[in-house]
């Protein structure tokens, strides 16, 4: 499924399970994360399919390491290719598409890949992972109960792949925010 396709129809799967559970006014907890299954693979597949920092974190060898085979001296430039694990064929059942079933078992229970490193791995992971993980949920899933969001008629959709540096941002572009409780 392409992102195009699930803004017309995944999105609207999403908005369901939230009003199901959580109704039209109460706001989500992160309580609510096992009775959220979609919405909850839908906020992990937004940070696969973002992948806002392709490359992790450099670090430095602090000394001489050998890995498969391979002497790596101390003080070397290390990094991790994020951009190769959160598209692996091997790890993902839609590696190139944005698709929450990748978080998704047969029973549509949620379910997360070892292979998910949005933020990054090893000793020096994100101090803020846990924070982000559970503000993305909260801001997400909030903000999708009471604004459907459209895209503009005859506007050309922009590049996914964004603009590429130490982070990748999206190229701009505009979109159309209704409150779910207007019919403008």
């Known amino acids: 499924m392409s992102l195009i396709d699930w803004l017309t129809k995944g999105l609207e799967r999403f908005y369901e399970e939230i009003v199901r559970v959580l109704g039209y006014d109460r706001l989500p907890s992160m309580d609510d994360c096992d009775k959220l299954p979609y919405t909850y693979a839908?906020?992990?597949?937004?940070q696969r399919y973002g992948n806002i920092v392709p490359f992790g974190v450099f670090h430095e060898t602090t000394q001489h390491t050998k890995l498969r085979g391979y002497d790596i001296p101390k003080?070397?430039?290390?990094?991790?290719?994020?951009?190769?694990?959160l598209t692996d064929k091997e790890h993902w059942k839609y590696p190139d598409t944005f698709n929450p079933d990748n978080f998704l078992d047969d029973n549509g229970h949620f379910f997360k890949p070892e292979s998910f490193l949005p933020f990054s791995l090893g000793p020096r992971v994100c101090l803020g992972e846990t924070l982000a993980k559970t503000e993305l949920f909260l801001f997400v899933t909030s903000l999708l109960q009471r604004i459907r969001f459209s895209w503009p008629p005859d506007v050309k959709w922009p590049d996914m792949n964004g603009i590429v540096s130490v982070v990748r941002s999206p190229e701009p572009f505009n979109i159309i925010c209704h409150s779910r409780g207007s019919t403008e």
């Open 75 to 85: 003080g070397t430039m290390v990094f991790t290719n994020l951009t190769a694990i």
């Open 42 to 46: 839908t906020v992990h597949e937004i």
